[in-house]
């Protein structure tokens, strides 16, 4: 079956603009996951949908940084502002939920601002 | 805090060798292990994970790793190396809140 897709797979964004980042989850995971991969940070958590449930927001490095799952599917990271240091690899994750413990990575969207 | 550690930034194997890339992890409780490949311009692959059970854990393309409860490690494992299997290995621990933490990765280099 499909994977989870991402989009775009490549943005460049001048300092200072708004980004949109999108997450399409395996059809049926309900926890959906965003991490940032960048040189010097390493793998990171951003943020964890599960269900209904208020989202685990404890990863977002900034308030310039959100995120929103509509209809328990589609997610959107959205930074504003943007700073240099927000490049990286932002990869969304996504889980069956109540079964399977594993996560199942999307392909990332590599962000650049300059 | 539950933690992973990758102590090896790059590992180099002969292909046909054997490939150990070697983590560590600190959790308070059981600990749920996971490791994951990344290929060059690709997203994260699911390898394997141990939950309970066996301590020797078998995973996607001959792939296997060993949980040792008293040395606190989950080793990854191959009997013989491929050229193809080079690439960025993660180790990870599942959280109490479900997210992973992530070790720092290791470069998996085979020759031929």
């Known amino acids: 079956g499909a994977g989870v897709s991402q989009s775009p797979s490549n943005k460049v964004t001048e300092k200072g603009k708004d980004v949109e980042l999108r997450c399409d989850p395996i059809?049926?995971?309900?926890?959906l996951y965003w991490y940032r991969q960048s040189l010097g940070q390493g793998l990171e958590f951003l943020i964890y949908?599960?269900?209904?449930?208020?989202?685990?927001k404890s990863g977002l490095p900034s308030d310039r940084f959100s995120a929103e799952r509509t209809g328990g599917s589609v997610s959107t990271l959205t930074i504003q502002r943007t700073q240099q240091e927000d490049s990286a690899v932002y990869l969304c994750?996504?889980?069956?939920?109540?079964?399977?413990?594993?996560?199942?990575f999307g392909p990332g969207t590599r962000l650049t601002v300059t | 805090a539950q933690s992973v550690a990758q102590p090896e930034d790059q590992v180099n194997v002969a292909e046909g060798n054997p490939l150990t890339v070697k983590c560590t992890y600190s959790?308070?409780?059981?600990?749920?292990l996971f490791w994951y490949v990344q290929y060059p311009n690709r997203g994260l692959q699911f390898l394997l994970k141990?939950?309970?059970?066996?301590?020797l854990v078998k995973g996607s393309y001959g792939f296997e790793a060993e949980f040792n409860k008293s040395q606190t490690s989950f080793h990854l494992k191959k009997p013989s190396a491929l050229v193809s299997d080079s690439a960025l290995y993660f180790c990870?621990?599942?959280?109490?809140?479900?997210?992973?933490?992530f070790g720092t990765g290791t470069r998996l280099q085979v020759f031929p």
């Open positions: 949908f599960q269900g209904n449930s208020a989202p685990d």
């Open positions: 994750a996504s889980r069956p939920g109540l079964s399977g413990y594993e996560q199942y």
């Open positions: 959790v308070s409780g059981n600990p749920y």
């Open positions: 059809s049926g995971h309900t926890a």
């Open positions: 990870a621990v599942r959280e109490d809140t479900d997210k992973l933490i």
């Open positions: 141990y939950i309970t059970g066996d301590n």
